[in-house]
């Protein structure tokens, strides 16, 4: 490929290309090789591997402070041209369609990984070098550009899949790692959200460049995209991950809509790890009339399950074995607003809401009894939604109830007196609920109490119940 003379054989007085390439030149080489990638020249026989080569020989002939020097329009719109080939170049290395693909393509991306990743390792180097020498910004300007597609072709071909060999991953790794010096960053964390605290990270950059491949139409066109979506969302923790949580739901939310079993597990695994870190878990709650396409119900059968009906049932698969009593808290924190989102509809969730409303309110909380009365309030929420179906399960939540009341007017420890006249008060209410809700039975199993009960607080919580008259309208309902 010519670069209009840029790259002419240095004489004896000149052997280095420096003074002769600048950043103009530079960009119309780049756009050269861009154009061998993107344009109609891409389908012709070996083309791409000539632009390789030739992209490789400029690298090595271009000194680190002409790749990175200077300011300016010229300066910004070279190294806007490099990002473009850095994109295209992941492209490039990326694998086919599933149905396209075989163990002859698998073993061409393989190859094609390792050649695209020693580049990125050729210009990873120039930037480094370019960093410790430089005193102005290029250096970072370039960065900007170039991170984003070298951390999506860094993790496409870092883990092991089907299109990866044992040298196209080393050669992923070492691009990652390089990476991370680069940008001086001591964890994928840390490059992702920024390691300082007014650092805004590249997780932004890099969700914009997976997004044209991660919808509806288009997530199936390279098998590598759901896995480095899940990857990169699950290196982001609390709290950061807030702020991104309407960009990464809608994909796990597809990932896990689908037909295959190992998507449908991936797809999970992502709404779990935002389950779990999105400390505005509620907002989903508001997402989900927008994400969800309008559907009318015709009467003519069950009405369909809706995304709010996805996660209410992962939160309750998680919450039951779960013994750390922070993710208990976090998940009781938001169990209440689901259930009065799907209403009459939280039905469907009834025999596992009621394993983990037992379980949980059995469980000693902390001086706060934080979960255990966002328990009490789911409660009653869920009686007031479904009452119809809470007769038949008046014993087990009856004797739940007076357990708790036994526990809490016991308890010999150092919870602040406030938090246990909460908790009487609010296990009082569900008692009143669950008369309301059984035609006054409530009251007939609880009469002999007050007779044998020595402990005031007790007997005091049965009274309540027993004084609410069948019929008489109580503000707690």
Known sequence: MELDNAQETPSQEDSSLCGEISPPVLE????????????????????RDVALKDLG?????????????????????????LGKVAKALEQYAAPPKEEEGGGARHSEVAEKAATVGLLFLKLLGKAETAKNSLVGPAWQTGLHHLAGPVCIFAVTHSLEQPWTTPRSREVAREVLTLLLQVTECGSVAGFLRGEKEDEKGRLSVILGLLKPNLN????KNNPAIKHVFSWTLQQVTRPWLSQYLERVLPASLLISDDYQTENKILGVHCLHHIVLN????LCLLDLFPILEKTVHWKGDGARPTTH??????????HMEPEHRLLLRRTYARNLPAFVKRLGILTVRHLKRLERVIIGYLEVYDGPEEEARLKILETLKLLMQHTWPRVSCRLVVLLKALLKLICDVARDPSLTPQCVKSSLLQEATDCLILLDCCSQGRVKGLLAKIPQSCEDSNVVNCIRKVQQISEGAPYDGT
């Open 216 to 219: 509806k139409e288009s997530w």
């Open 278 to 281: 999105v400390a505005v878990l």
């Open 28 to 47: 119309q080489a780049f756009s050269k090789i861009l154009h061998c990638f993107t344009g109609p020249e891409a389908r012709r026989g070996n083309a």
């Open 308 to 317: 709010c009906d996805e996660v209410l049932q992962l939160i309750l698969t």
């Open 57 to 81: 020989d400029l690298i090595e002939a271009t000194e680190c402070v002409r790749l990175f020097e200077g300011s300016g329009a010229q300066l910004r719109g070279m190294l806007e041209t």
